[in-house]
């Protein structure tokens, strides 16, 4: 893995060392450029991201919530036993 660094910007190239063509997949390279973030960007980008997992499994849980009240309202509903 080469890197160099140009204007602030760190740049990674991967590849598999003696293997220009691993795989036989037309349009897939074994090479690729990253382009990588200076610190601070990287950690601004780090908070903005870090409640992301819990907001995930929240909203998880409120679908799960609303599917099982709608499962055990419906057949109410539509059989009249409940009224909106």
Sequence with gaps: MAAEVNNNIAVR??????????NNVVGLHTEM????PD????AHFGRLVEPLPAEIISLA???QNRRRTRDLL???WLSGQVEL
Excluded at 15 to 20: E, F, L, V
Excluded at 33 to 36: A, F, M, Y
């Design 74 to 76: 419906l057949p109410r």
């Design 33 to 36: 450029e990253l382009i990588l």
């Design 39 to 42: 610190e601070k960007t990287a």
């Design 13 to 22: 190239t991967l590849a598999k060392p003696g293997n220009p063509c691993g």
């Design 61 to 63: 849980r409120k679908i």
